[in-house]
């Protein structure tokens, strides 16, 4: 019994460090979209990025995470995980 404790403590402890900072802000992201979409009014993502009242985006932008790159393109704002 203290053998199988041990080997499922040390196989959830090295499962744990995920990476998912990537996939948060896409939800943010997409989020913060749909309420300028909803509310027809511009809405601030952050670091200089905004959406206007039809839902695109101010700006193209490359945003580096740990292991991943969120890339977000003009026009209708859609973004991408590289």
Known sequence: MCII???????????SNIDLDHYQFLNDYL???SLAIYNRQQV???SGIYFNSMGHVNQARTI???NH???IHLGSGY????
């Open 44 to 46: 601030n993502v952050g």
């Open 5 to 15: 404790s041990t080997l499922m403590i040390l196989t959830i402890s090295n499962t």
């Open 69 to 71: 790159s969120v890339i």
């Open 64 to 66: 580096d995470f740990k």
């Open 79 to 82: 973004a991408t995980i590289k």
């Open 31 to 33: 989020y913060d979209q």
